[in-house]
């Protein structure tokens, strides 16, 4: 059976829910997403679907791979491929396909992260060119009211050093947010998000104050916090979980 690489945006919103859906059953950690939760990650990450691809096998998609365009930079936002077309070759075909496409709009950098345990898509993107970078992380941390010093302020008042970010931290996503808030202690200063939980962005200095702090706001997620960070020793010492481990890599182009 032949297989056909097309454009993402080939297909309807509702399709590419249902593939992206099908693509990640069974996989380490479980997504599953409506529509808008898609639609809302194409913009925060800026998913280009002209540059995104899907395969097809006789008509039919069996895979997919997102690819996030910033500047010179790009970044994978999610591979898959439904179960019954796995270990077929179908995921270096998409990988050599949005790297094709990286290059076409002079792209230099891909970024992507696999998690720590799939072994598999860490080997294939070793093959690939890809080099590790850092191993990051995804915390947890239960709120608990105390008293702090930090006060809120605009995120537009939060002054932080440039420094390389993961894609979904990055000032290109944060872009993209209209619910960013800032806090500053004497020591530091932070961007925080409050959804269904509370997740930090990026921040600066001292982090024991901030994370005291944003722990009276509600639980935290930390998304993809580098396993080095100041941070993570804090989130280890207050009782907080890691529940995810993540090897950031890159492909120079």
């Known amino acids: 059976m032949n297989l056909e690489l097309h454009p993402a945006n080939s297909l309807s919103l509702a399709e590419r829910a249902q593939l992206f859906n099908a693509a990640y059953e069974g996989y380490l950690v479980p997504f599953h997403l409506e529509e808008q939760q898609l639609a809302a990650m194409d913009d925060w990450f800026d998913i280009d679907l002209d540059a995104s691809v899907v395969a097809c096998r006789d008509g039919k998609p069996v895979g997919l791979a997102n690819l996030g365009i910033r500047g010179e930079a790009g970044w994978v936002g999610g591979v898959g491929v439904v179960t019954a077309a796995r270990r077929t070759g179908v995921g270096e075909a998409l ?3 949005i790297h094709e496409r990286a290059r076409e709009l002079g792209i230099k950098r891909v970024w992507l992260e696999v998690i720590a345990e799939n072994t598999r898509a860490f080997a294939l993107y070793e093959k690939l060119g ?6 990051v992380e995804v915390w947890t941390l239960d709120g608990a009211e105390g ?17 390389h970010e993961p894609w979904q931290r990055a000032d290109g996503t944060l872009a993209h947010y209209d619910e960013v808030r800032g806090l500053v202690t004497d020591s530091g200063s932070m961007l925080f998000c409050v959804r269904s ?12 104050p ?4 944003l722990r009276t706001y509600g639980d935290l997620y930390w998304l993809n916090l580098p396993a080095d960070d100041p941070a993570a ?17 890159a492909l120079d182009l």
């Open 233 to 249: 020793d804090v989130l280890r010492g207050l009782g907080g979980t890691v529940t995810i481990r993540q090897h950031e890599m």
């Open 210 to 213: 901030l994370i005291r702090a």
């Open 130 to 135: 890809y080099e590790l970078v850092q191993d």
């Open 197 to 208: 939980k509370v997740q930090p962005q990026q921040y600066t200095g001292e982090p024991e």
């Open 95 to 97: 990988m050599e396909a």
């Open 147 to 163: 008293e702090h010093t930090a006060r809120e302020v605009p995120a537009v008042e939060v002054e932080l050093p440039a420094k």
